[in-house]
DNA sequence: GCCGGCGTTTACACAATTTTTACGGCGTCT
DNA sequence: AGACGCCGTAAAAATTGTGTAAACGCCGGC
């Protein structure tokens, strides 16, 4: 359940722009596109990029030059698309500030293993910062580890994959039978009863007071909600 | 690239070894050589590499075992030389822990731009401390040294591993599988007993009171976590 | 060859978790 | 008021996971 990593696509030709796009969101990634180093450079102005990759044939801006432009106020990794294979092209756009270069054609598993590797290393999102908090409980779902007042607290499997649901779900109301087909399976999406009796575990855990939960709210007649 | 770039070239081919440590030379690098990949991880165990340069064609060591090794206690870039062209060749090396991946024959030009990428990215930082502390053991991930109490204690090969592993993510947890496949290799990942009885033998050397752990801790359920 | 260390395999008692079952309270609707 | 549905609580039963011990086979050193 890791954040899906903010890459953007700059790529004229439409073919090779869906091929690319394709394989990333295969991967999992919710990748953003561009025609243009124009249109790029709008996206990127947002400025929560992970990854850019680029293709040196733009039609209204050379690679070159939008890679060393975006150098001046930007250190995102760009993989660069290249039908130049040239060793030339390549010391070029990698002493711009390309961090790789890869010529056309490409497998997409290579493709995919390159991104891997830039999002390894400057991806800071990539599965950090997954933590929860909210009233003396800190929960960071990457590390499966759950606090309570600074002291570690143990859930069990269910526990667990409940309260994460719950989490990822904040604000919004969650039936019994969602819940019971995230954690338990559609399969006994019957047997309602069981959140219920696991809900009660994790408010005797997490809650200040169980009796009178601030965050895991019953909402009867429904199911249940999670307040941060 | 200031003068004093640290590069550790590991290549059993003579006449490429040469080759590189020339075009390294001329750019006003002082590489170091080294033909095995126990010579390779002797001079990595100084720990001031800055990056290595590795031939995945080793005598005495399979190219991709010596990475996935290296990244259990070191962060350093490495960039792969490889007459091996398939893609599951690179994507297999990207993935385990590689930063780059060059298919001989290669141009100087573009091998010394790639290093100058990886230098531009990781060079300054150098490799930090590789030694864990808790509960009077020390651990030195690159001197394969374990101390207790400042006694030296023996550890055989894949209690070690097993350790560096969970050391490498301390505080997250990992599941049975994941630490079958990175200890014993994926082949026997189903094997999910092995690691329950070397994470005894591993308490027995480390902990306090075996019977109950304060650092090797259990995740019913799903495997076992590292706490400093 | 014999021995000792090491990694592997098997077996079993025990502990933790999950599921099942049961019961009492609270509010609402008739 | 009484019946009903929904919820919270509790604890036993069933299942699964874990710690431990002991035995086996492999290999290198002596």
Redesign the interface.
Known sequence: MTAPARIVVIEDDPQIRRFVLDALGKAGCAPQEAGTARQGREILGAGDAQLVILDLGLPDMSGIDFIRALRLWSSVPVLVLSARVT??D??EA??AG???YLTKPF?V??L???V??LLR??GQGGDTESVHRFGGVEVDL????VKRDGA?LHL??LEYRLLAVLLANAGKVMTHRHLMREVWGSGQAEQEHYVRIYVRRLRQKLERDPTQPQHLLTETGIGYRFQP
């Open positions: 060793e030339q390549k010391i990698l002493d390309a961090d790789d497998g598993g290579e995919l293993a390159r891997r590797v290393r400057h990457a590390r499966h580890a570690d069990t499997q």
